[in-house]
Protein backbone atom coordinates (compact mmCIF):
# COMPACT_ATOMS: atom_id res chain seq x y z
CA UNK A 1 0.00 0.00 0.00
CA UNK A 2 1.72 3.37 -0.70
CA UNK A 3 2.63 5.73 1.74
CA UNK A 4 -0.18 7.82 2.49
CA UNK A 5 -2.73 7.01 0.40
CA UNK A 6 -5.56 4.81 2.67
CA UNK A 7 -7.57 2.29 0.80
CA UNK A 8 -11.72 3.16 0.90
CA UNK A 9 -12.13 1.98 4.33
CA UNK A 10 -16.17 1.76 4.54
CA UNK A 11 -18.01 -0.92 2.42
CA UNK A 12 -22.12 -1.34 1.31
CA UNK A 13 -23.38 -4.32 1.01
CA UNK A 14 -26.98 -3.96 -0.78
CA UNK A 15 -29.43 -6.71 -0.32
CA UNK A 16 -32.80 -7.89 -0.17
CA UNK A 17 -34.95 -9.81 2.73
CA UNK A 18 -36.11 -12.81 0.52
CA UNK A 19 -38.40 -15.67 1.50
CA UNK A 20 -35.47 -18.16 1.81
CA UNK A 21 -33.96 -15.82 4.70
CA UNK A 22 -37.10 -15.53 6.45
CA UNK A 23 -39.41 -16.92 9.63
CA UNK A 24 -42.45 -18.32 9.34
CA UNK A 25 -43.34 -14.72 10.30
CA UNK A 26 -42.46 -13.00 7.18
CA UNK A 27 -38.91 -11.42 9.68
CA UNK A 28 -35.75 -11.86 8.37
CA UNK A 29 -33.82 -14.35 11.00
CA UNK A 30 -30.91 -13.57 12.95
CA UNK A 31 -28.84 -16.81 11.25
CA UNK A 32 -29.70 -14.90 8.12
CA UNK A 33 -29.27 -11.42 9.40
CA UNK A 34 -25.40 -12.40 10.36
CA UNK A 35 -25.19 -14.33 7.47
CA UNK A 36 -25.32 -10.66 5.94
CA UNK A 37 -22.88 -9.14 7.70
CA UNK A 38 -20.36 -12.10 7.53
CA UNK A 39 -21.01 -11.53 3.50
CA UNK A 40 -20.44 -7.45 3.87
CA UNK A 41 -17.41 -8.39 5.62
CA UNK A 42 -15.63 -10.67 3.32
CA UNK A 43 -16.17 -7.82 0.70
CA UNK A 44 -14.74 -5.89 2.80
CA UNK A 45 -12.03 -7.48 3.42
CA UNK A 46 -11.64 -7.82 -0.19
CA UNK A 47 -11.92 -4.47 -1.16
CA UNK A 48 -9.08 -3.84 1.36
CA UNK A 49 -6.57 -6.43 -0.22
CA UNK A 50 -6.72 -7.97 3.26
CA UNK A 51 -9.20 -10.52 2.24
CA UNK A 52 -8.90 -15.47 2.04
CA UNK A 53 -6.91 -15.44 -0.59
CA UNK A 54 -4.45 -12.48 0.47
CA UNK A 55 -4.14 -14.29 4.19
CA UNK A 56 -3.97 -17.71 2.50
CA UNK A 57 -0.73 -16.30 1.23
CA UNK A 58 0.70 -16.24 4.60
CA UNK A 59 -1.62 -19.99 5.48
CA UNK A 60 -4.05 -17.79 7.79
CA UNK A 61 -7.47 -17.85 7.17
CA UNK A 62 -10.13 -14.94 8.70
CA UNK A 63 -12.52 -16.89 11.75
CA UNK A 64 -15.37 -14.79 13.49
CA UNK A 65 -14.41 -15.00 17.31
CA UNK A 66 -17.50 -12.75 18.68
CA UNK A 67 -20.43 -11.27 17.43
CA UNK A 68 -23.17 -8.92 18.93
CA UNK A 69 -25.84 -7.61 17.38
CA UNK A 70 -28.82 -5.20 18.75
CA UNK A 71 -31.51 -5.06 16.65
CA UNK A 72 -34.03 -2.42 16.98
CA UNK A 73 -36.41 -3.62 14.08
CA UNK A 74 -37.21 -6.77 12.46
CA UNK A 75 -37.12 -6.42 8.41
CA UNK A 76 -39.64 -8.27 6.50
CA UNK A 77 -40.03 -10.35 3.56
CA UNK A 78 -39.06 -7.95 0.44
CA UNK A 79 -37.80 -5.04 2.24
CA UNK A 80 -34.65 -4.05 0.48
CA UNK A 81 -31.44 -2.34 2.59
CA UNK A 82 -27.73 -2.14 2.57
CA UNK A 83 -25.09 -3.17 5.38
CA UNK A 84 -22.27 -0.35 5.90
CA UNK A 85 -19.24 -2.49 7.53
CA UNK A 86 -15.74 -0.96 8.63
CA UNK A 87 -12.44 -2.21 10.12
CA UNK A 88 -12.44 -0.26 13.35
CA UNK A 89 -9.32 -1.81 15.42
CA UNK A 90 -6.79 -4.07 16.75
CA UNK A 91 -7.56 -5.25 20.44
CA UNK A 92 -4.20 -6.73 21.21
CA UNK A 93 -5.25 -10.09 17.83
CA UNK A 94 -8.83 -9.22 17.61
CA UNK A 95 -9.59 -7.38 14.66
CA UNK A 96 -12.54 -5.64 15.57
CA UNK A 97 -15.15 -4.67 12.63
CA UNK A 98 -18.53 -2.77 12.86
CA UNK A 99 -21.33 -2.27 11.00
CA UNK A 100 -24.65 -0.33 10.41
CA UNK A 101 -27.68 -2.19 9.04
CA UNK A 102 -30.20 0.38 7.14
CA UNK A 103 -33.50 0.09 5.50
CA UNK A 104 -34.59 1.27 2.02
CA UNK A 105 -35.20 4.41 3.83
CA UNK A 106 -31.74 4.68 5.08
CA UNK A 107 -33.54 4.01 8.47
CA UNK A 108 -30.99 2.08 10.94
CA UNK A 109 -32.20 -1.41 11.98
CA UNK A 110 -29.45 -2.68 13.46
CA UNK A 111 -26.15 -2.41 14.28
CA UNK A 112 -23.13 -4.98 15.29
CA UNK A 113 -20.07 -5.42 16.16
CA UNK A 114 -17.14 -8.33 15.75
CA UNK A 115 -14.16 -9.46 16.52
CA UNK A 116 -12.25 -12.09 14.24
CA UNK A 117 -8.71 -13.90 14.50
CA UNK A 118 -6.29 -14.85 12.14
CA UNK A 119 -6.30 -18.66 12.51
CA UNK A 120 -2.71 -20.13 10.79
CA UNK A 121 -4.21 -23.08 8.98
CA UNK A 122 -1.59 -25.43 10.07
CA UNK A 123 -1.70 -24.72 14.09
CA UNK A 124 -5.18 -23.60 14.01
CA UNK A 125 -4.00 -21.33 16.60
CA UNK A 126 -4.25 -17.35 15.92
CA UNK A 127 -1.02 -14.96 14.93
CA UNK A 128 -0.90 -11.53 13.17
CA UNK A 129 -1.71 -11.03 9.46
CA UNK A 130 1.66 -9.35 8.48
CA UNK A 131 1.31 -6.85 5.72
CA UNK A 132 2.44 -3.11 4.92
CA UNK A 133 -0.30 -0.49 6.17
CA UNK A 134 -2.51 -2.93 8.02
CA UNK A 135 -2.44 -1.48 11.05
CA UNK A 136 -2.88 1.96 9.86
CA UNK A 137 -5.90 0.19 7.52
CA UNK A 138 -7.24 -1.84 10.73
CA UNK A 139 -7.60 1.55 13.14
CA UNK A 140 -8.28 4.61 10.96
CA UNK A 141 -12.00 4.44 11.38
CA UNK A 142 -11.74 3.76 15.34
CA UNK A 143 -13.65 6.88 16.30
CA UNK A 144 -16.43 5.76 14.17
CA UNK A 145 -18.30 2.78 16.12
CA UNK A 146 -21.30 0.84 15.26
CA UNK A 147 -21.48 0.02 19.08
CA UNK A 148 -18.93 1.64 21.67
CA UNK A 149 -18.44 -1.52 23.61
CA UNK A 150 -16.28 -4.35 23.14
CA UNK A 151 -18.25 -7.60 21.52
CA UNK A 152 -19.93 -9.45 24.47
CA UNK A 153 -17.35 -12.01 26.65
CA UNK A 154 -19.79 -14.39 27.62
CA UNK A 155 -19.43 -17.73 29.89
CA UNK A 156 -19.64 -20.95 30.14
CA UNK A 157 -23.18 -22.03 31.75
CA UNK A 158 -23.72 -24.36 34.48
CA UNK A 159 -27.56 -25.45 34.04
CA UNK A 160 -30.81 -24.91 32.07
CA UNK A 161 -32.47 -27.05 29.45
CA UNK A 162 -30.44 -29.34 27.36
CA UNK A 163 -31.20 -30.80 23.90
CA UNK A 164 -28.58 -32.15 21.38
CA UNK A 165 -27.52 -31.06 17.42
CA UNK A 166 -25.74 -33.43 15.25
CA UNK A 167 -23.98 -31.78 12.68
CA UNK A 168 -24.56 -32.91 8.91
CA UNK A 169 -23.62 -31.91 5.41
CA UNK A 170 -25.09 -28.78 5.19
CA UNK A 171 -24.43 -26.82 8.63
CA UNK A 172 -20.35 -26.90 7.36
CA UNK A 173 -18.59 -24.27 5.64
CA UNK A 174 -15.99 -23.87 2.75
CA UNK A 175 -13.21 -23.85 5.49
CA UNK A 176 -14.42 -27.67 6.74
CA UNK A 177 -16.35 -26.61 10.06
CA UNK A 178 -19.95 -25.34 11.47
CA UNK A 179 -20.55 -21.95 9.37
CA UNK A 180 -21.04 -19.03 12.20
CA UNK A 181 -24.87 -18.04 11.63
CA UNK A 182 -25.67 -22.03 12.15
CA UNK A 183 -24.80 -21.39 16.25
CA UNK A 184 -27.93 -18.37 16.16
CA UNK A 185 -30.57 -21.02 14.57
CA UNK A 186 -29.76 -23.42 17.22
CA UNK A 187 -30.02 -20.82 19.52
CA UNK A 188 -33.06 -19.60 18.10
CA UNK A 189 -34.72 -23.14 17.57
CA UNK A 190 -35.07 -23.84 21.33
CA UNK A 191 -37.91 -21.37 21.58
CA UNK A 192 -41.77 -22.30 20.43
CA UNK A 193 -43.05 -20.99 17.41
CA UNK A 194 -45.83 -19.05 19.76
CA UNK A 195 -42.73 -17.71 21.32
CA UNK A 196 -41.32 -16.40 18.27
CA UNK A 197 -44.45 -15.56 16.87
CA UNK A 198 -44.76 -12.57 19.87
CA UNK A 199 -41.27 -11.96 20.19
CA UNK A 200 -38.17 -10.56 18.39
CA UNK A 201 -34.49 -10.67 19.35
CA UNK A 202 -33.18 -7.22 20.72
CA UNK A 203 -29.76 -8.56 21.12
CA UNK A 204 -27.61 -11.46 20.59
CA UNK A 205 -23.89 -12.47 20.77
CA UNK A 206 -22.06 -15.33 20.55
CA UNK A 207 -18.24 -16.21 21.31
CA UNK A 208 -16.92 -18.79 18.86
CA UNK A 209 -14.70 -20.85 21.05
CA UNK A 210 -13.72 -23.89 19.34
CA UNK A 211 -15.34 -25.04 15.64
CA UNK A 212 -17.32 -27.84 15.23
CA UNK A 213 -16.88 -30.45 12.80
CA UNK A 214 -19.31 -32.53 10.69
CA UNK A 215 -20.80 -35.76 12.30
CA UNK A 216 -20.40 -33.94 16.02
CA UNK A 217 -22.79 -33.52 18.72
CA UNK A 218 -23.47 -30.71 20.52
CA UNK A 219 -25.42 -30.57 24.18
CA UNK A 220 -27.01 -27.24 24.01
CA UNK A 221 -27.62 -25.74 27.43
CA UNK A 222 -30.20 -22.46 27.60
CA UNK A 223 -30.97 -20.87 31.19
CA UNK A 224 -33.16 -18.17 31.49
CA UNK A 225 -31.51 -14.78 33.72
CA UNK A 226 -34.57 -12.72 33.10
CA UNK A 227 -38.04 -12.54 31.96
CA UNK A 228 -36.82 -12.60 28.69
CA UNK A 229 -32.57 -12.76 28.74
CA UNK A 230 -31.58 -16.69 27.93
CA UNK A 231 -27.86 -17.75 27.80
CA UNK A 232 -26.29 -20.77 25.98
CA UNK A 233 -23.82 -22.96 26.25
CA UNK A 234 -22.20 -25.56 23.22
CA UNK A 235 -20.91 -28.23 24.33
CA UNK A 236 -18.87 -30.67 21.70
CA UNK A 237 -19.58 -34.13 23.42
CA UNK A 238 -17.52 -35.97 20.16
CA UNK A 239 -14.38 -33.68 21.89
CA UNK A 240 -15.66 -32.82 25.20
CA UNK A 241 -14.90 -29.19 24.66
CA UNK A 242 -17.28 -26.01 24.55
CA UNK A 243 -17.86 -24.94 20.79
CA UNK A 244 -19.33 -21.83 21.38
CA UNK A 245 -21.35 -19.60 24.01
CA UNK A 246 -24.18 -17.54 23.42
CA UNK A 247 -27.15 -14.90 24.54
CA UNK A 248 -30.48 -13.76 23.49
CA UNK A 249 -32.20 -11.03 24.93
CA UNK A 250 -35.75 -10.27 23.46
Known amino acids: MPSGNFLPSITTLPFSVTSANTDMYKRLRTGALADLLIQ ?17 QQKLVWVLSRLTIKT ?3 MMWYQTGEIETWPKNIEKIIYLRDFFVKDENQQLIARATSGWLAIDMTTRRPRTFAKDGITELFTQLKNRQAITTLP ?3 FPVKEGHQSEVNTTYFDIDLNGHVTSSRYLDWMTDTFTPDFHR ?4 KEI ?5 NETLIN ?13 IFLFEGFNTTRN ?4 LGKISF
Do not use: H
Open 152 to 154: EKL
Open 241 to 244: IIAF
Open 205 to 209: SVNYL
Open 72 to 74: DLP
Open 40 to 56: SAIKSADELQAGFDVLK
Open 216 to 228: ETIRLTRKTIGSK
Open 198 to 201: NNYP
